[in-house]
């Protein structure tokens, strides 16, 4: 069955150096089988340099010189993983059938690609790529990631269990997410509540295949605040919550204090001030930061600043 899609590989990059030629062989390779078999009509590697410093965005230009296949989007300025994808995504919407996201760093399995437009040929607008064990990850990455995961769900974002950003998308469901106004990325929940047909691949997650994570302790727990922040409004009626309780046990406080006061025994009662001042103290400046994470998140949609900005491209010889 001849089918005549143009699939593109969608991989933002931030100073990867180090795995973009191995990166680059393993993807072709991929693409070349797919037009060989005749699943693909056509494909194409889009990187994104996300503002790197290194000497990536000289190797992609060298890679296109040589590699038809190759194309890249050189931005401005680091803008994060996500909005480094947006950028590619968009590109694909635009110009492609269909598109899969994938990092760099080759992480995720590339021959799962085979099995993505296996589904895509039959229908399938969204695939999911699942990692079905971290057993590459340390312990520490793994139970925070699997934290975050039970976290979300129970603030009722809606996420694939261990899923990333290794995706496939339709033309119709990028065009669909592109509609998408908001400055606060977070593909992976976003894309679940587009809601068109979609399947899991299910692959074992490797090793780094060289340079190093761009995801350190800091960054990943801003990623989760984000996540979370984004997709959910529960915690802010937690805090009601919380509130509700303190006043709750701040009148059974007073009633005690009252009794003792007509019982004739007053006691000194620094300790327990003390205690409930900080406590209380704590819980509201918890609360407004809360309070606080979601106002500067309607600050920054507001401003409505473009995702990104483009220094240079360079396209495929012949637009198709
Ligand atoms: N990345 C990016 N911009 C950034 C940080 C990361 O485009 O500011 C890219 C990076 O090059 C890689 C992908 O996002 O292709 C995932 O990053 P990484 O592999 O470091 O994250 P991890 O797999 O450790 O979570
Ligand atoms: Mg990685």
Redo the contacts with the bound molecule.
Sequence with gaps: MKQHTHLVIV??????KD?LPEATHKLTDILQRLEESEKINKGTILY?D???KDTTWQLIKSFSEINEKVIGIKLAH????QQ??WAGLEWASLHADVAVS????L?DDVESIITMTDFYNKGIDIVYGVRKERKTDTFF?RNTALLFYKLMHNLGGEIVYNH??FRLMSKRSLQALMNYPERNLFLRGMVCTLGFPSANVYYDRKE?FA?????PLK??ISFALDGITSFSVRPLRYIVMWGILFILISIIAIIYGIIRFFEGQTIPGWTSLMISLWFIGGAVLTSIGIIGEYIGKIYKEVKQRPRYLIEECIYPKENS
């Design positions: 991989v933002p990059c931030y100073n990867e795995v994104v996300d503002g790197s680091n803008v994060g993983h480094a994808l994938i990092d760099a760093d992480q990455k990333a950003d780094r340079g190093e994570s761009k995801y960054k990943m």
